[in-house]
């Protein structure tokens, strides 16, 4: 059975950081991609970062460049995804994701709040 487990998130600071992890099971890990987006109250989900099978690549959205880094440990089966300078409109439910032949399967979410 195919599984993503993400935690890490919790509330912070404007300018604060936080590294969030996707844990995935049931599915050879170094084969798929792996996605992070966020979906803010009010507003659809949106992209936030991706990293190829085997790290071989990664993309992050304007609206965090710079201030994201997803990596991948692939004896733990996890992708990471550290950001840093947290802004308030970084608050959103965040999520990984993985296509595997076909079919997206979704981690179940992890709340980052951002405020003073």
């Known amino acids: 059975e195919v599984q993503l487990q993400a935690s890490g998130g919790g509330t912070v600071q404007p300018g604060g950081s936080l590294r969030l992890s996707c844990t995935a099971s049931?599915?050879?890990?170094?084969?798929?991609?792996i996605g992070w987006f966020r979906q803010a109250p009010g507003k659809e989900r949106e992209g936030v970062a991706c990293?190829?099978?085997?790290?071989?690549?990664?993309d992050e959205s304007r609206s965090v460049e710079g201030r994201v880094t997803i990596y991948s440990d692939n004896a733990k089966n996890t992708v990471y995804l550290q950001m840093t300078n947290l802004k308030p409109e970084d608050t959103a439910v965040y999520y990984c994701?993985?296509?595997?032949?076909?079919?997206?399967?979704w981690g179940q979410g992890t709340q980052v709040t951002v405020s003073s």
């Open positions: 049931g599915f050879t890990f170094d084969d798929y991609a």
């Open positions: 994701n993985a296509v595997i032949d076909g079919h997206s399967y």
């Open positions: 990293i190829s099978d085997r790290g071989g690549s990664t």
